[in-house]
T-cell receptor, first 112, second 115 residues
Framework: NAGVTQTPKFRVLKTGQSMTLLCAQD?????MYWYRQDPGMGLRLIHY???????AKGEVPDGYNVSRLKKQNFLLGLESAAPSQTSVYFC???????????FGPGTRLTVL | KQEVTQIPAALSVPEGENLVLNCSFT??????LQWFRQDPGKGLTSLLL?????REQTSGRLNASLDKSSGRSTLYIAASQPGDSATYLC??????????????FGTGTQLKVEL
């Protein structure tokens, strides 16, 4: 049982490049979330999903897209990366109606 | 707007000291409140979760309290140890209209316990 895993762990992009961050969970959780963590800002919710094939916007969704084609995976895409998207990205998952979210180890993204 | 604030931003204490971390939130209609620990370069680990109907939760040397009416929670750490050095995050859960729930995080308190 690996829990929540994130790929890649680190990435450096140039402005305008695109990339996809992968989150995978093997706990059969219905809900999955993407957050970003910035100094002095705390964690902020980007997008979330309450089930396969469904996604919804969080606090700071602009510049990101997500997909949940399989229950165990939640993808976060940056179509045209900007320096303002330099951050640490965390994925989390939980059962429907559960109290505790389980977090992945994070992806550190730098956009030059 | 639902906001969570943590004070102080950083704290340094000698080993063995008891300490209190503070968290305040703006909307008292919370679902629950959770304290997390984050070590440098790592993800978040849940420490304690307090339901909206509860006043406190305890785990080992940790005790978290909740006062919804005043919009405050405290995390009490007894007999601090160098291994307690980490960033402590407070997160408040509010239910989302479309289903699921949203954790709103404070900016954290960076704790250093010195020998």
């Amino acid at each position: 049982n690996a829990g929540v895993t994130q790929t890649p762990k680190f990435r450096v992009l140039k402005t305008g490049q695109s990339m996809t961050l992968l989150c995978a969970q093997d706990m059969n959780h219905e809900y999955m979330y993407w957050y970003r963590q910035d100094p002095g800002m705390g964690l902020r919710l980007i997008h979330y999903s309450v089930g396969e094939g469904t996604t919804a916007k969080g606090e700071v969704p602009d510049g990101y897209n997500v997909s949940r084609l399989k229950k165990q995976n939640f993808l976060l895409g940056l179509e045209s990366a900007a320096p303002s998207q330099t951050s640490v990205y965390f994925c989390a998952s939980t059962y429907a109606g559960a109290d505790t979210q389980y977090f992945g180890p994070g992806t550190r993204l730098t956009v030059l | 707007k639902q906001e969570v604030t943590q004070i102080p931003a950083a704290l340094s204490v000698p080993e063995g000291e008891n300490l209190v971390l503070n968290c305040s939130f703006t909307d008292s209609a919370i679902y629950n409140l959770q304290w997390f620990r984050q070590d440098p370069g790592k993800g978040l680990t849940s420490l304690l979760l307090i339901q909206s109907s509860q006043r406190e939760q305890t785990s080992g040397r940790l005790n978290a309290s909740l006062d919804k009416s005043s919009g405050r929670s405290t995390l009490y750490i007894a007999a601090s140890q160098p291994g307690d050095s980490a960033t402590y995050l407070c997160a408040v859960r509010w239910v989302l209209t479309g289903g699921g729930n949203k954790l709103t995080f404070g900016t954290g308190t960076q704790l250093k316990v010195e020998l």
